[in-house]
């Protein structure tokens, strides 16, 4: 079992997000964690990420997640606000065990909601280096069979749904 580093701060909420980046041709952004150094399987995800108050709204946290792990501003009014797009899909998961310390004594499960955001082919990241290594642009069902997370990957492989574009 794994020990909180940090034992005053308070535990994380189980409400997140999940934020599927995309572009217009489907290229879907994967990030690297950093905190994963156990294994010699690289887990790639999406942008995910707590709910830093209970009664904060999905839609803020999405926000506020895509800015802080990539750089990319998608706040009301900017100019790619407009691509963030709700889902209305939410997974509820078993926290993995070595990751529950976070977490409140005796919470195991998660609710995430999935969102979606349609960036230009070429818009520019910035990681955070204390969570993410690295990043790259796949076509959606290859970004599927990068993901560490079924319920990452199961999301990737609805782009096509939520997108808006027929093929």
């Known amino acids: 079992m794994t020990t909180d580093p940090n034992p005053h701060k308070a535990p994380k909420i189980p409400q997140s997000v999940l934020v599927v980046i995309h572009t217009p041709a489907r290229e879907v952004l994967l990030i690297r964690r950093a905190d994963v150094r156990h294994t010699s399987v690289p887990h790639w995800q999406s942008v995910t990420g707590s ?45 993995y065990p070595e990751w529950r310390y976070r977490y409140a004594p005796g919470v195991v499960l998660n609710t995430e909601h999935v969102f979606g955001l349609k960036v230009p082919a070429g818009t520019s990241i910035q990681l955070t280096p204390r969570e993410h ?35």
Not at 52 to 79: H, K, M, N, W, Y
Not at 134 to 144: G, K, S
């Open 133 to 167: 290594s690295a990043f790259q642009w796949l076509p959606y069902q290859q970004a599927a069979q990068q993901c560490f997370s079924a319920s990452n990957a199961e999301a990737i492989l609805l782009l096509p749904r939520f997108d808006g574009c027929i093929r």
């Open 51 to 95: 709910k830093d108050f209970v009664d904060e709204p999905f839609a803020q946290t999405a926000v506020r997640e895509v800015l802080e792990e990539t750089g990319i501003d998608c706040r009301p009014g900017s100019p790619l606000a407009a691509g963030l797009q709700d889902w209305a899909l939410e997974n509820i998961y078993e926290i």
